[in-house]
């Protein structure tokens, strides 16, 4: 098993880094997407980062451009976009790729410890994908834009949340505040 912190990767803005500069706080890492039906969840990500940094809480976002092209534009357009729109503060990262063979080591290794996401209802939002004429991934990959890992302030992946499980769903903050506590 990697060590999330070692894993390298790079800032939106192209430079080299790591997840080492937040050992010891809370994580969500998401795949976000900038034309999708669910890219509305920045906004929520967004107030859920400002009401609980202070506590420890970082928010990581990871667009993707892995589901039907929802995330077309450059590093450069997608953190206008987010800054733009939703005015996203919290740290974004370059594009990768987040499901199939070429997925980056991060995503392989959030998969690995959480093959399974907490669904509201399982199933039904894959059979939504189906009849909007989606090809979904089969489990464990991830199934669409804005799955969420939770990880806690050890590194250990801790939950893993369906991409229709908004922020600021209860079960997503009662995650996230049991973490902050520990």
């Known amino acids: 098993m990697a060590n999330l912190y070692d894993i390298p990767v790079n800032k939106i803005t192209g430079?080299?880094?790591?997840?080492?500069g937040y050992r010891g706080k809370v994580l969500l890492i998401v795949n976000t997407a900038s034309k999708c039906g669910l890219t509305p969840q920045y906004d929520a990500l967004e107030k859920l980062y400002a009401r609980h940094k202070a506590d420890g809480l970082e928010v990581?976002?990871?667009?993707a451009n892995d589901f039907a092209g929802q995330e077309p534009g450059s590093n450069e357009e997608i953190a206008g976009f987010c800054k733009?729109?939703?005015?996203?503060?919290f740290p974004m990262f370059q594009k990768i790729t987040v499901s199939g063979p070429e997925s980056h080591p991060l995503y392989k290794e959030l998969v690995a410890e959480k093959p399974k996401a907490v669904a509201k209802e399982p199933g039904v939002f894959?059979?939504?994908l189906v009849s909007f004429g989606m090809t979904p991934n089969p489990e464990p990959?991830?199934?669409w834009n804005f799955e969420k890992f939770l990880v806690d302030r050890n590194g250990r992946v801790i939950e893993r949340f369906s991409p229709e499980i908004v922020p600021d769903d209860p079960l997503v903050i009662a995650a996230i505040e049991q973490a902050l506590k520990s």
């Open 15 to 20: 430079e080299g880094t790591s997840l080492s």
């Open 60 to 63: 990581l976002g990871f667009p």
């Open 84 to 89: 733009g729109s939703f005015g996203v503060t």
């Open 126 to 128: 894959r059979q939504r």
């Open 141 to 143: 990959e991830l199934l």
